[in-house]
Structure formats: structure tokens, C-alpha cells
């Protein structure tokens, strides 16, 4: 048991945090409070096991503002990444394909896996990118004939995002056939706890792999481009809103990492 200082927060569903709140006043809104560290668990953030019947979904919906952890793996013993131009290449079609649709908060690639930490964004930002993309008559047909419609073109950005990255290292290794594993995986995150946690997860994955010694040694992963504020892909400013702050957030990831 130990302590961590955080900004105080009723806990809501993810569909009612919003990127609007001002930034809570330290002075009277920060306060220390007890965490459990388990040294042994730090492969998986509090609630996982609890929550693996959902983990194990592929299937639940994308909703618009929700907060969800999404990741997958290579098939078999196949790699996902080899080169660094294969990580670029992955971010970059990431920032293409999920940039309209979602809002990445946090992300670690590594060899033979990935997760992501988004934001779904509004509905009505998501049908206008829809509604220019597909024309408005076609996308108001098929909203009005499928009341997930939205929901499942987000989970089409998704696939979209993993079949090209599949055709572009199918091709450098001279493969054929699926790269990823199934459907993607994917959890919705409704406690602000859980939300701290699994960020930290994500950002801890090198380091509890072996790839890393340390999180801000890692490359492809958003943890050095929180601390540093250099963004290319994660949103600095929603992710430290959410903690309470950067120096909530810089504490307890020392925290959690033992140091």
C-alpha cells in the first residue's frame, strides 16, 4: 500500500467525460490517497482478470465518446513489426485511418503486438467525416437503416488500418494470408481508475517485456511523447486532464514502476 496525490473526481461513465472541462483547481481539488502496488501484477491493470469474459469480446460496439483499450496480436509466431519502417509505417496509417474517427490517448507497438488507449469521438463530428466521405444521401440511407451504423464504420477504420499495414509487410516478407489475429480486441473504459491504470499498462508493456529498461527508452510508444510534450500521435492534453495533471501523472507512473 502506498501513496499517490491525484486530483479528486466523481467517477462517471466514459460517455460523459468530456474534452471541455477546464483544468481542476489544484488548490482545493488534489488530495493524497491510497493505491494498492502488487509488484507481481504489474503485467495487467487492476479489474483485468475480472474483466476478461469482455476482453475476450470482439464484438462489443464502438460507441461514440466511449473510452476503450484496443489491441491485438500477431498470428502464430509471426511478427508484426521487424524494422523501424515498419513502426513508422504503422503510425502513420494509424494517424490516416483512426485520425477521423478517434482520439488516441495512448499507444505502445511491439514486436508481435500493439494497444491503443482512444476516445471514440462525437457522433455528429463522425457523420460529417462520413457524410463528406460517402455523400450525404448515401450515409443518411444507412444510418436509417442501421442504427449502428456510425459504430461499425469506426470498427471499419480499424480493419481498415490493419489491412493495409498486413499488405504492406506481407509484401517486404513475401507472406501471404492474415497477419493479425482474428478480430481486434477491445474494452470499454468506464472508471477513471481503471482509465490511470491501463494507461500505465500500456506505457509499462517494453519494459515488463524486456524490450526496454526503462518506459521513456522505448520508441514506439506514447509515454516519451507525453513527458517531453513532442506530440505526433497521442493527445498530450486530454491524457494529463484525465490524471489531474502532469505531475499526478509523472507520479504515478514512478510510482507504479517502483521508482
Known amino acids: 500500500m502506498g501513496w499517490v496525490k491525484v486530483?479528486?473526481?466523481?467517477?462517471?461513465?466514459?460517455?460523459?467525460?468530456?474534452?471541455?472541462v477546464a483544468p481542476p483547481d489544484?488548490?482545493?481539488?488534489?488530495?493524497?490517497?491510497?493505491v494498492r502496488y502488487?509488484?507481481?501484477?504489474?503485467s495487467a491493470p487492476v479489474g483485468w482478470q475480472q474483466s476478461k469474459n469482455i476482453m475476450s469480446d470482439t464484438q462489443v460496439p464502438l460507441l461514440p465518446t466511449h473510452?476503450?483499450?484496443?489491441y491485438n496480436h500477431a498470428i502464430g509466431r509471426e511478427n508484426l513489426f521487424e524494422r523501424d519502417t515498419d513502426y513508422l509505417y504503422f503510425l502513420k496509417q494509424t494517424e490516416k485511418h483512426l485520425g477521423p474517427v478517434c482520439t488516441i490517448l495512448s499507444f505502445?507497438?511491439?514486436?508481435?503486438?500493439?494497444?491503443?488507449?482512444?476516445?471514440?469521438?462525437?457522433e455528429a463530428e463522425i457523420s460529417e467525416y462520413l457524410s463528406m466521405r460517402l455523400g450525404s444521401d448515401k450515409f443518411n440511407r444507412k444510418k436509417a437503416a442501421n442504427e449502428y451504423f456510425v459504430s461499425e464504420q469506426v470498427s471499419q477504420h480499424f480493419g481498415n488500418l490493419f489491412n493495409t499495414y498486413s499488405k504492406h509487410y506481407n509484401f517486404f516478407k513475401k507472406r501471404t494470408g492474415s497477419l493479425f489475429?482474428?478480430?481486434?480486441?477491445?474494452?470499454?473504459?468506464?472508471?477513471?481508475?481503471?482509465?490511470?491504470?491501463?494507461?500505465?499498462?500500456?506505457?509499462?508493456?517494453?519494459?515488463?517485456?524486456?524490450?526496454?529498461?526503462?518506459?521513456?527508452?522505448?520508441r514506439y510508444s506514447s509515454y516519451s511523447e507525453l513527458i517531453s510534450g513532442k506530440i505526433n500521435l497521442a493527445v498530450r492534453e486530454?491524457?494529463?486532464?484525465?490524471?489531474?495533471?502532469?505531475?499526478?501523472f509523472q507520479a504515478f507512473h514512478d510510482y507504479k514502476s517502483g521508482k
Open 108 to 122: 505502445c507497438l511491439l514486436p508481435n503486438h500493439f494497444h491503443f488507449v482512444v476516445q471514440i469521438k462525437p
Open 38 to 42: 502488487h509488484p507481481t501484477s504489474l
Open 181 to 218: 489475429k482474428r478480430a481486434f480486441r477491445r474494452i470499454e473504459i468506464t472508471d477513471m481508475n481503471y482509465f490511470r491504470n491501463v494507461i500505465f499498462y500500456v506505457h509499462q508493456n517494453p519494459v515488463e517485456a524486456g524490450f526496454s529498461s526503462d518506459m521513456s527508452g522505448w
Open 7 to 20: 486530483v479528486a473526481r466523481t467517477l462517471r461513465p466514459a460517455s460523459k467525460i468530456t474534452r471541455q
Open 238 to 248: 486530454e491524457v494529463m486532464e484525465l490524471f489531474g495533471g502532469f505531475e499526478n
Open 67 to 70: 473510452y476503450y483499450h484496443i
Open 26 to 34: 489544484r488548490s482545493r481539488s488534489t488530495c493524497w490517497v491510497a
